[in-house]
C-alpha cells in the first residue's frame, strides 16, 4: 500500500498474502496512411481472504489512430478508458474515467520528436483517495489528476 501524501514522499508498504490475476491483449492494424492501436488489460488484484487490494486499476482499455501526413510525419488521437479502483479503508471504488491525447510524431534517422497535449478535454479525475481516518498523515486524502497539458518529447535510438 503506498501513501501519497507523505511529507518524505510515496511510502510503501505491503499486504501479506495476495493474489493478482490478469492478463492484457492488444492489436494493431496497418492501412496505408491509417494505422490502428487498440488495447486491453485486466486485472483482479485481491488480498488473501476476499478484499481488493487499493489503488489498483480493475481495468484500462486504450485505442489510437495515427495518420501519416508525409513521410515519417504521423498526427495521432488516443483515448485510453481506466476502470474503476478501490479506495483506501472503505468497501468503495473510484469511478472509473476516460482521457484523451492527440499529438504529432516525426523520425529523422535514429532521433524520434513528439508534441501534443494530454488530456484534451481536461477531465476532472481522482488518481488516489485514502478514506482510512486512521491514517496518521493521509487519511481522507485525495490526489486529483492531472488535468490538460502540453508536452514536447525528443527520442534518441542506438
Request: net charge positive; hydrophobic share 35%; glycine share 10%.
Amino acid at each position: 500500500m503506498g501513501n501519497a501524501h507523505s511529507p518524505t514522499g510515496v511510502e510503501y508498504g505491503n499486504y501479506d498474502k495476495t493474489r493478482r490475476y490478469g492478463f492484457e491483449v492488444a492489436s494493431e492494424q496497418f492501412l496505408g496512411i491509417l494505422s490502428l492501436n487498440e488495447s486491453f488489460s485486466y486485472v483482479d488484484a485481491k488480498i488473501k481472504g476476499g478484499s481488493k487490494i487499493p489503488n489498483v486499476y480493475t481495468y484500462k482499455a486504450t485505442l489510437e489512430a495515427s495518420v501519416e501526413v508525409v513521410q515519417d510525419t504521423s498526427i495521432w488521437v488516443q483515448n485510453a478508458f481506466f476502470g474503476k479502483q478501490k479506495v483506501v479503508g472503505q468497501n468503495k471504488s473510484l469511478k472509473a474515467y476516460s482521457l484523451s491525447d492527440i499529438g504529432i510524431s516525426t523520425k529523422v534517422g535514429q532521433v524520434s520528436l513528439s508534441a501534443g497535449v494530454r488530456n484534451v478535454f481536461d477531465t476532472f479525475y481522482y488518481d488516489y483517495y485514502n478514506a482510512d481516518k486512521t491514517a496518521a498523515i493521509a487519511g481522507y486524502g485525495y490526489l486529483v489528476g492531472q488535468g490538460r497539458t502540453f508536452f514536447i518529447e525528443g527520442r534518441y535510438n542506438f
